[in-house]
């Protein structure tokens, strides 16, 4: 059984940063790129950010480009979300999300890529 634990969420204030963790179990970690999305209040899910099984790639959203920066573990089945100058607009549940394709030779970057999610973590910046 698939599971992915977000942690690290909390209130900010603008400008500064939080680390977002994904712990994975249940599927060979090595072998699955990973992604983060979030979801502000009204608002679809969107692709922040994502990195390839073998964490030699990684892709942003434009959004966040500069800011955050995506990187993970194989030997802890740990994804990282690490977030700086946060602004007002980051505000939103974040979710980490692991890709349905084993080996994927290119980043996945919608939703319909991912077959299992997090529970998800709330991040809220303050002006």
């Known amino acids: 059984q698939v599971q992915l634990v977000e942690s690290g969420g909390g209130l900010v204030q603008a400008g500064g940063s939080l680390r977002l963790s994904c712990a994975a179990s249940g599927r060979t970690f090595s072998s699955y790129s990973m992604g983060w999305f979030r979801q502000a209040p009204g608002k679809d899910r969107e692709f922040v950010s994502a990195?390839?099984?073998?964490?030699?790639?990684?892709y942003y959203a434009d959004s966040v480009k500069g800011r955050f920066t995506i990187s993970r573990d194989n030997g802890q089945n740990t994804v990282y979300l690490q977030m700086n100058s946060l602004k007002p607009e980051d505000t939103a549940i974040y979710y980490c999300a692991l890709d349905r394709v084993r080996l994927r030779p290119v980043l996945p970057t919608a939703p319909r890529d991912y077959d299992y999610w997090g529970q998800g973590t709330q991040v809220t910046v303050s002006a």
């Open positions: 990195i390839k099984w073998s964490g030699g790639s990684t």
